[in-house]
Antibody, heavy 121, light 112 residues
Framework: EVQLVESGGGLVQPGGSLRLSCEASEFAFSNHAMSWVRQAPGKGLEWVSAITGSGGNTYYADSVKGRFTISRDNSKNTLFLQMDSVRAGDSAVYYC??????????????WGQGTLVTVAS | QSVLTQPPSVSGAPGQRVSISCIGSSSNLGAGYDVHWYQQFPGTAPKLLIYANSHRPSGVPDRFSGSKSGTSASLAITGLQAEDEADYYCQSYDGSLSGSGVFGGGTKLTVL
């Protein structure tokens, strides 16, 4: 069974940094684009960032562009999200999701269990 | 304000049929991008319900169906059951936003 396990969430001060990780298993990791999707408490889903299977192309929502960096280590089947200059509005559960294809742009399945990021002083 | 527009809530009695709309524009659904639907129960991660407009993943009951036409899409649920009470989200891509993924605001389905 395909598994995605996020880690790295927690409490961070405004302006601080945090690095999220997502360990993937039971599928050919490098063959699939991956994304991060977040959900603020009581709110809807917001796509944050994506990376192609090879890692050669990355995409960002305007709300995080220039502050967040997505990357992957295909040798370790792990996806990362480096979050810098965080703001209160970045507080959310962050989900790691597997894209159906190698190139970003299809459906998300499955989703990890999520990791909670809280930005507060 | 979400790029894709969904009604905040819908409701129906057990056994009835309900539908949830997802309205986009010429830069997303109207540009030919597929729409996908997810189901989310409180406190859990979303789950893929419909992909590529109308396809059901293995294990999803055929009571759930999807369609897309032009700049809009819809999710239909027939034979409504109490266990269908959840939040539903549509998702696609938008060519005007550098190919950004976009979600609808979500629809809360209440089974009366």
């Amino acid at each position: 069974e395909v598994q995605l396990v996020e880690s790295g969430g927690g409490l961070v001060q405004p302006g601080g940094s945090l690095r999220l990780s997502c360990e993937a298993s039971e599928f050919a990791f490098s063959n699939h684009a991956m994304s991060w999707v977040r959900q603020a408490p009581g709110k809807g889903l917001e796509w944050v960032s994506a990376i192609t299977g090879s890692g050669g192309n990355t995409y960002y929502a305007d709300s995080v562009k220039g502050r967040f960096t997505i990357s992957r280590d295909n040798s370790k089947n792990t996806l990362f999200l480096q979050m810098d200059s965080v703001r209160a509005g970045d507080s959310a559960v962050y989900y790691c999701v597997k894209d159906h294809g190698h190139n970003y742009g299809s459906w998300f399945d499955p989703w990890g269990q999520g990791t909670l990021v809280t930005v507060a002083s | 304000q979400s790029v894709l527009t969904q009604p905040p809530s819908v409701s129906g009695a057990p056994g009835q049929r309900v539908s949830i709309s997802c309205i986009g524009s010429s830069s997303n659904l109207g540009a030919g991008y597929d729409v996908h639907w997810y189901q989310q129960f409180p406190g859990t991660a979303p789950k893929l319900l419909i992909y590529a407009n109308s396809h059901r993943p293995s294990g999803v009951p055929d009571r759930f169906s999807g369609s897309k036409s032009g700049t809009s899409a819809s999710l239909a649920i027939t034979g409504l059951q109490a266990e269908d009470e959840a939040d539903y989200y549509c998702q696609s891509y938008d060519g005007s936003l550098s190919g950004s993924g976009v979600f609808g605001g979500g629809t809360k389905l209440t089974v009366l």
